[in-house]
């Protein structure tokens, strides 16, 4: 008797499974972004647009990103300017990047747009023009200090909504997870080492989780029992990418671009 095989591809990290039942031609869902980007194995995203690789967070950095691999999603830390503008920083002061030290709250736009990184003479970024700069990317995206929830869920539904964006959040955090999850949101929610005594508590409000890449095996096998993606952070080498893969991760959040993502 001959045997049936089924035929598996991979495409840029994407398993796509061949049936051998007979095709149909009955209309497939269309996946979002989102649920796209999940399919992959692992599902990647660049850290701040690659930390390790180009200065953090400045659109060059998410450029570079997006021309090394099309199946990277973006992330983005983002502060609310004085005149409310976001802006894509990692600390709530700008001196560990720029050529001047600026608290984002008390800042306007026009006195932060003038500021240049400190590597490389770059411009601070606005989440508006990132997001148009790449509007087919799927971004995790880190409101750090939850200063308005809503009014950064509005820009994110006028830029794409759920299908595009993924709310990312500090594991304990509460306010943001809760008000993307009321519209629809994904909410990705990441863990420290010495957070973890709190993670059952916490987990209950993010469909992906992180762990560090190098965190504890018993905490990586409860989050993995949980039947949610677990993804590993943040990853630099392909070293640190196979001990979070080890462990159970679904997906990197990968600093390391250029050293960890195939291109």
Request: charged share 20%.
């Amino acid at each position: 008797m001959r045997r049936r095989l089924s035929l598996v591809l991979v495409v840029g990290g994407l398993v796509l499974a061949g049936c051998s039942s007979p095709v149909t031609g009955a209309a497939q869902p269309l996946r979002t972004p989102v649920e796209a980007w999940l399919a992959h194995s692992p599902s990647l995203i660049a850290h701040r647009g690659g930390s390790a690789d180009w200065p953090e967070g400045t659109s060059y950095a998410y450029d570079r990103a997006a021309d090394w691999s099309p199946s990277l999603a973006l992330e983005a830390p983002v502060w609310l300017t004085a005149d409310g503008v976001w802006v894509v920083c990692h600390d709530a002061t700008t001196g560990a990047e720029f050529d001047a030290d600026l608290d984002i709250a008390t800042s306007t736009w026009a006195q932060l747009s003038a500021l240049r990184t400190v590597d490389g003479d770059l411009p601070m970024a606005r989440l508006t023009d990132v997001l148009a700069e790449h509007p087919d990317r799927v971004w995790l995206v880190d409101d750090k200090p939850a200063a308005d929830p809503a009014g950064l869920l509005d820009l994110l539904d006028s830029a794409g909504g759920p299908d595009r964006f993924v709310l990312k959040s500090y594991g304990p955090s509460v306010a943001v997870p809760e008000a993307a999850r009321e519209r629809g949101y994904r909410t990705w929610g990441y863990w420290f080492t010495s957070d973890l005594p709190t993670f059952d508590a916490d987990q209950v409000r993010y469909d992906l989780l992180a762990l560090p890449w190098d965190g504890p095996v018993p905490a990586w096998a409860d989050a993995v029992a949980t039947g949610r993606p677990v993804f590993g952070h943040v990853v630099a080498t392909r070293e640190q990418a196979r001990q979070a893969l080890d462990r159970g991760a679904a997906g990197l959040m990968v600093s390391g671009v250029t050293e960890v993502v195939t291109r």
